[in-house]
């Protein structure tokens, strides 16, 4: 399986596809991150939740904020 850049989750929705009302009932890890961040979670407890490293956590969020402001995914290969 090819990945877009390294450290891409596989399971998550593929960064340039919008959210349409049937994919919004399977919401990529990053996103449900991002909103549990937005209510007042820190980092620390999200990886405990979701059993993974801070880093990744905070490379879920980075992405989803940088999606959500229209900026180009920062994890992403360069031409």
Do not use: C, H
């Not at 877009?4 to 593929?14: R, V």
């Not at 405990?48 to 290969?77: A, C, D, F, M």
Request: glycine share 6%.
């Amino acid at each position: 399986m090819l990945v877009a850049y390294a450290g891409k989750d596989p399971g998550d929705i593929p960064y340039s596809m919008k959210l349409t009302d049937w994919e919004a009932s399977r919401q990529s890890r990053s996103y449900q991150a991002y909103q549990y961040f937005r209510r007042g979670l820190d980092t620390l407890e999200l990886a405990e939740k979701y059993q993974v490293k801070e880093p990744t956590v905070l490379r879920w969020i980075t992405k989803e904020r940088s999606k959500r402001l229209g900026l180009p995914n920062p994890e992403q290969e360069k031409p």
